[in-house]
């Protein structure tokens, strides 16, 4: 029970630093805040900041919400005969249509997004991170597939899905900044998708179907 209690006040510590972190950037821009600033605002030493994220570029990009497996993971876990490119577009459509705040749908998401784009150890932290994941589900499609690591095939379509996972959070925190709500940021979203579902109807939404022998995780 006591081990519990500690992880569960870890985790609250975790966050409360992280949220404190977010709003100073927010207000004076990701560049202008220190460790130490951020420290002070929280309550904690430096050292604890450190401890829970060991970057100042962590405390907005957490390596567990950021993840360059992402998109593989998404490909690794479809359903049984569910092809790769749809196994990414559901969970994004299913998020979208619920209001995932893991998606930005919130109404502070915009002020967020800006603060981003405005830093250039952040944005060059998100292209970095678009890389290795569309890298990522290369591999696994192409390891999937039996394709060779290099075939192009494998890399025209992690990149093609890619280049679409990071439109709807550009598009999410684009239209978010512009005040809109959450509402009607996720019907223009869901129309995005469907337009990218008409426009890759055909091999690409047909590609690496998985097998019904393979276990789903």
């Given amino acids: 029970m006591s081990e519990g209690l500690r992880e569960r006040k870890k985790r609250e510590t975790r966050r409360h630093i992280r949220e404190t972190a977010i709003a100073l950037f927010v207000e004076r821009g990701f560049e202008h805040v220190t460790i130490a600033e951020v ?24 390596p567990d919400e950021a993840s360059p497996q992402r998109l593989a993971d998404m490909v690794r876990g479809r359903r049984p005969g569910e092809a790769a490119v749809p196994a990414v577009l559901r969970p994004l459509r299913d998020g979208v249509r619920r209001r995932d705040p893991g998606l930005g749908l919130t109404d502070g998401f915009g002020r ?25 589900l290369a591999a696994v499609l192409a390891e999937e597939t039996g394709a060779s690591p290099d075939a192009p095939l494998p890399r025209v379509v992690a990149w093609q899905t890619g280049a679409l996972h990071a439109l709807v959070y550009t598009e999410i925190g684009r239209r978010t900044a512009l005040g809109e709500e959450p509402d009607t940021i996720a019907a223009a979203v869901v129309g995005i998708l469907d337009a990218a579902e008409d426009l890759l109807a055909g091999d690409i939404l047909t590609y690496a179907v998985r097998k019904d022998t393979q276990c789903s995780e």
């Fill in 112 to 136: 967020v997004f800006e603060m981003m784009r405005a830093a250039p150890t952040l944005t060059a932290r998100l292209e970095d991170l678009g890389r290795q994941m569309t890298d990522a």
């Fill in 39 to 62: 420290a002070a605002a929280a309550g904690v030493s430096a050292n604890t900041v450190y401890n829970y994220f060991e970057t100042k570029e962590n405390l907005v990009l957490p």
